[in-house]
């Protein structure tokens, strides 16, 4: 439990504690140089906001840092360097977990205010502390506030907390490091933890000889102690914000290089997995050097480090010049690693490294404008691991990013992508699908509508303009439109809210009448539509609109500003393909005849469009099923030409799909449709027939044999043959306890989660909730979401939500990514109204917590989602499989 203390001494003097309802002040408490004496009790928390006051600024933190590996505690002091702007005798900063023991103002010449023991107050809820000064400070004047203080080590993913790895030999070795994004910095020291309040850190951290301390900067200085210890004196560093800050206390090994510009790139490791750094290693040299040309800014800091941490809850996280991952996203073994596993690794790497500029150099003002930072960086991955690495051609994945962001904003209960986020919570779950995703996708649309060399440009205007500082929205904006065509004006600002502050995503319909194409915008949704008859009205994008026909090798651009619009095509054109290579966020349907032209161009001749083009009407044609505008058996027919189909990324798409409905179906034991569902196969029967199984071609093409493999083995309901037998599953749990990849961990934990017993799946997720020994506690949000997708187990693992609730959230924290993924994947697969009514009720039972989370309601709209489809499309579908058969 969090812990807040006053400091002691306080209740020597008589001075008490008020936290409970703290006085309003939107201002500085009127300053005095005479107080009341501190023995009347009179002193109550003088700031009620979230957010911290603006006028006083932290300038430069002097932090030391003494962690005990032994005790799983560290003591600390920090002096930290004001600013003060207006008059005041508080100074108001956060604070979350921390025994606070002195607290001391000092003048700008480092002389004692006061020889008084200065009062120290705390407001949990909003994570604040409050050190009053007797004497006033006054505005325009330069104070230092020094603060001792101490805590243990975390025992979550957070603030700065305890990792572990075991060695080969079963010896369980301890480190300490730090997350902090996006409110944890005060966890581990007194600081102003949001995004605007920059600052240099001088940072020292305290050790034992066999131990190594990394931070932000390089070692300056190493000073030994009289009891032994060192003290690692590290070079300040730039100016950054709290989040930014790390620090590491292990043991590990590295391999390092140097970047042609002359970055030292250092990859760390536990030792035993030493050998799984190198291809980290030239992937972070090759993608620094990539950024430091794309964005014409040198990487300021004079190393990069990438450490990757045992128990790690995210991914990775870019603390500037101290990168940390999860192993998974940073190591990689040759004899154990897959192809998908090099594209992950590299994508992870690219997208940290992109955040060195965005998010690190120009930081969002505040977490509403997270996408700054997520969606740059997500997109950055596919520009710069694609000129990179242009063999493991990750612009096939680009399509799935798309997808996911659409499958989430054409739910009732998505947002904009810039959202209003106060609380830690809310602003937790600020780093999902809309952020990042759409983020991304939004702005692939922006740059093939401004082109390439304009889309550059402006993004590095951007970056130089707002160096060591924080940005909005609108200065993004300015910067790409003053790039565009010389003397013209181009709104872009109004072009781009469209899209960054509206919900959800647009339809085009597009309906042929003789010359014309005559369209028409709305928001989609695959849930129910609101009552509402002036509802479609309230929607309105500003879409950048191209389409290709048969008659000319062009693409046709048209901006749409309107809600309806028409095109001239010409009298001869044949066929019309909106959205080309679905560069744009949108979805298109084709009125009257037009999805009957599209199903007739792939069967005689599908490569008269890119295979991008094939993928988009693949989704759209599905996703316009599922919202019941168009009938299944015309998706279903669409996808007919893909036995002559030879590119894995439609592929893979129309195989997703079909795949889907066999799982949806088979939970609801509709017998007769799962039976004659088990036809999928024979759309594929050429496909599987032309594969080689080797371990040969592109990822994607490796990905595609997989999934048909797997494909193949789950329809006969064959599942993980090793996983099914006591003996073949012991042995697998053991060979998982022994290896040191956790790539293959990850494989094996599949397979375990895969088991018919539910005893063996009881098991698995008992033992990882109690226990989080064998299976780490950072795994269990997956593998809770394995269990769930196995036929066997999706009722098990939502009881276990139900009955753990409490332990998942103390290990998670509420608004965490890890606690979504528990509540989305074991939701996902419900599609009954009595399921529905049983998330509704449990969610009602933990009202307080579940009213503060927006994935609640993205759950309960899945749930929806599944039972309109059944409604919907049922009956078309056993029925097309009936005919497809006789």
């Known amino acids: 439990m969090v812990r807040f203390l006053v400091l002691a001494l306080l209740s020597l003097a008589g001075v008490t504690q008020t936290s409970a309802s703290p006085t309003q002040a939107s201002e500085p408490p009127n300053p005095t140089e005479e107080q009341p004496p501190l023995g009347t009790g009179s002193l109550s928390f003088p700031w009620s906001h979230l957010r911290l006051p603006g006028y006083i600024v932290p300038l430069h933190y002097h932090l030391l840092l003494h962690p005990n590996l032994t005790m799983l505690s560290y003591s600390g002091t920090v002096r930290i360097e004001l600013q003060v702007q207006n008059n005041t005798n508080w100074v108001v900063l956060h604070s979350k977990g921390l025994r606070i023991t002195t607290a001391t ?43 001792e203080f101490g805590a243990e080590l975390g025992e979550g993913f957070y603030g700065f907390y305890r990792s ?23 966890m581990a020291f007194p600081c102003f933890d949001e995004p605007s309040f920059k600052a240099n850190y001088s940072i020292s951290i305290r050790r034992s000889r066999a131990h190594t301390a990394l931070s932000n900067m390089p070692v300056e200085q190493t000073v030994v102690l009289d009891d032994g210890l060192m003290e690692d004196r590290f070079a300040v560093s730039v100016r950054m914000s709290s989040y930014l800050v790390a620090f590491i206390v292990c043991d590990f090994r590295s391999v390092s290089a140097t970047t042609a510009s002359g970055v030292k790139v250092s990859v760390y490791a536990a030792p035993e997995k030493w050998q799984q750094t190198h291809y980290a290693l030239k992937a972070a040299v090759k993608l620094l050097e990539f950024y430091e040309k794309y964005f014409n800014i040198k990487y300021p800091l004079p190393k990069q480090d990438l450490v990757a941490i045992p128990d790690f809850q995210a991914g990775a996280m870019e603390n500037w010049g101290l990168i940390t ?43 509403n404008d997270i996408w700054l930072n997520e969606g740059f960086a997500r997109y950055m991955e596919y520009i710069s691991v694609n000129a990179t690495y242009p063999k493991l051609r990750v612009e096939d994945y680009l399509v799935d990013t798309c997808f996911a962001a659409i499958g989430r904003d054409s739910l009732n209960s998505s947002r904009p992508i810039s959202s209003a986020a106060e609380s830690p919570t809310q602003i937790e779950e600020m780093f999902d699908t ?16 401004l082109t390439d060399q304009v889309f550059q440009s402006g993004i590095v205007r951007y970056l130089r303009r707002y160096s060591y500082s924080n940005a909005h929205n609108q200065d993004l904006w300015d910067s790409l439109a003053n790039y565009l065509y010389a003397g013209e004006h181009l709104d872009l600002t109004s072009m781009m809210n469209t899209w960054t502050l509206q919900t959800g995503v647009p339809l085009v319909t597009v309906t ?27 929607f309105l ?7 290709r026909t048969d008659t000319s090798t062009s693409i046709h651009r048209h901006p749409m500003t309107t809600l309806t619009d028409s095109v001239e095509v010409g009298e001869e054109v044949g066929w019309v393909k909106v959205n080309v290579d679905m560069a744009g966020y949108y979805l298109v349907h084709y009125d009257g005849s037009g999805w009957d032209d599209l199903i007739q161009l792939l069967k005689d001749n599908h490569t008269a469009l890119t295979f991008m083009d094939r993928t988009h009407l693949i989704h759209n044609a599905f996703q316009l099923t599922t919202a019941g505008r168009l009938s299944l058996d015309k998706a279903l027919d669409l996808i007919g030409y893909l036995r002559s189909e030879s590119h894995t990324v439609p592929l893979l798409e129309g195989l997703g799909y079909l795949e889907a409905f066999y799982r949806i179906v088979e939970r609801r034991d509709i017998p007769d449709v799962t039976q004659n569902l088990r036809y999928i196969l024979w759309y594929f029967r050429d496909v599987i027939d032309r594969q080689t199984w080797s371990d040969k071609g592109s990822v994607s093409e490796r990905r595609l044999r997989s999934e048909l493999l797997s494909l193949y083995v789950s329809l006969p309901t064959v599942y993980s043959v090793g996983a099914q037998e006591d003996t073949g599953w012991a042995s697998l749990l053991q060979t998982y306890t022994h290896s040191l990849s956790e790539t293959h961990k990850r494989k094996i934990l599949s397979a375990l989660a895969s088991s018919r017993d539910t005893n063996k799946l009881t098991r698995c997720v008992q033992s990882s ?5 064998v299976i780490r506690t950072q795994d269990l949000d997956s593998l809770i979401a394995m269990v769930a997708r196995n036929p066997k187990g999706h009722h098990l693992a939502w009881s276990y939500v139900q009955k753990y609730w409490s332990t998942l959230v103390d290990k998670f924290q509420l608004g965490s990514f890890s606690i979504r993924n528990i509540i989305i994947g074991t939701t996902a697969q419900f599609s009954s109204t009595e399921e529905l009514t049983e998330v509704r009720v449990f969610f009602e039972s933990i009202h307080e917590q ?18 309109l489809w059944l409604q919907r499309n049922l009956g078309t579908l056993r029925s097309w499989l009936d005919q497809q058969i006789d």
């Open 850 to 867: 579940a009213s503060q989370l927006r994935v609640t309601e993205v759950a309960m709209d899945n749930i929806q989602k599944n039972i």
């Open 769 to 773: 909730i109690l226990e989080g020994e």
């Open 325 to 367: 991952f999860r192993e998974t996203s940073l190591l990689f073994d040759p004899a154990t690693s897959s192809g998908s596993d090099r594209v992950w690794v590299t994508m992870v790497i690219a997208h940290e490294l992109a955040h060195q500029w965005f998010g690190n150099l120009v930081t969002m003002q505040w977490w």
């Open 541 to 547: 994008w500003h879409i950048p609109l191209t389409y």
């Open 105 to 147: 103002m000092l003048d700008q010449n480092l002389a004692h205010l006061s020889d008084k023991v200065l009062p120290v107050l705390h407001n949990p809820t909003h994570e604040q502390t409050a050190i009053f000064s007797p004497r006033v400070l006054s505005g325009g004047q330069k104070y230092f506030l020094f603060l």
């Open 434 to 449: 809309v952020s990042y995703d759409k983020g991304a996708c939004v702005l692939h649309m922006l740059r093939h509508y």
């Open 512 to 538: 042929r009448q003789g010359s014309h194409l005559l369209l028409k915008q709305e928001r989609f949704l695959r849930t129910a539509h609101p009552s509402d008859p002036t509802w479609p009205s309230l």
């Open 164 to 186: 572990t790895y075991r060695t080969s030999s079963g010896e369980t070795r301890n480190l300490a490091s730090t997350h902090f994004e996006p409110t944890s910095a005060r």
